[in-house]
């Protein structure tokens, strides 16, 4: 039983493409996240959703729009994609401080 | 804002020899203390965790962590390094009464040699 899915694993497109990347949590969790990761494997943090309200949103791109259908859903759209958002997203879900359980990441590659 | 340094983007150590990766963070008030580790094309996965209590915290596959607030540290350590130690390992804080925010450290790159 995966704890947090993600899909797709890898994502190549061309420039100026529309993409999402969908997010699932079986965990209960009440609090879902997406991070990004760069080529030199630094994280941050972009979105956070508690119960389907955006609690953090980091300076982020517009093209960048996270959407909560329920509290085991965090999807992310990506409008009009560049060479340089291309990273590894990581969707996460968390219900307190104790730590975040992460998905596997999906490798999005602009070309 | 909360931040924490990782010291030493690669770290080399030979199979059996001591590991020890070096977290600080910056904050008058301790956060919640965290490290995790990322193996090649994976997820990353929680090795231990500070809140509070004892300031020795034991993680899993044999890791071990001090917290020391004199230092602002929480370096990570195994006694006897093994070849499968080898990954990505990430210090992290979410800082005490934050929106639960995990903000990372820039992450040492562990090499193990035979």
């Known amino acids: 039983d995966t704890a947090v899915s993600q899909t797709p694993k890898y994502l190549v497109t061309q420039m100026g493409n529309d993409k999402s990347i969908k997010c699932e949590q079986n965990?209960?969790?009440?609090?879902m996240y997406w991070y990004k990761q760069d080529s030199k494997k630094f994280l941050k943090i972009m979105f956070s959703?508690?119960?389907?309200?955006?609690?953090i949103n980091e300076t982020v791109p517009n093209r960048f729009s996270p959407k909560s259908p329920d509290k085991a859903h965090l999807n992310l759209h990506i409008n009009s994609l560049e060479l340089g958002d291309s990273a590894v997203y990581f969707c996460?879900?968390?219900?307190?401080?104790?730590?975040?359980?992460f998905g596997s990441g999906t490798r999005l590659t602009v070309v | 804002a909360q931040s924490v340094t990782q010291l030493g983007s690669h770290v080399s150590v030979s199979e059996g020899a001591l590991v020890l990766l070096r977290c600080n963070y910056s904050?008058?008030?301790?956060?919640?203390l965290f490290w995790y580790v990322q193996y090649p094309n994976q997820g990353l996965q929680l090795l231990l965790k500070?809140?509070?209590?004892?300031?020795l915290v034991k993680g899993i596959n044999g890791f071990e962590a001090e917290f020391k607030k004199s230092e602002t540290s929480f370096h990570l350590t195994k006694p006897s390094a093994h070849m499968s130690d080898a990954a990505e390992y990430f210090c992290?804080?979410?800082?005490?009464?934050?929106?639960?925010?995990?903000?990372f450290g820039s992450g040492t790159q562990l090499t193990v040699l035979p």
């Open positions: 996460a879900s968390s219900q307190d401080i104790y730590g975040y359980t």
């Open positions: 992290a804080v979410i800082s005490r009464g934050s929106a639960r925010q995990l903000t």
């Open positions: 500070y809140t509070t209590g004892a300031t």
């Open positions: 965990l209960g969790h009440d609090t």
């Open positions: 959703y508690n119960n389907k309200e955006l609690i």
């Open positions: 904050s008058s008030v301790p956060p919640y």
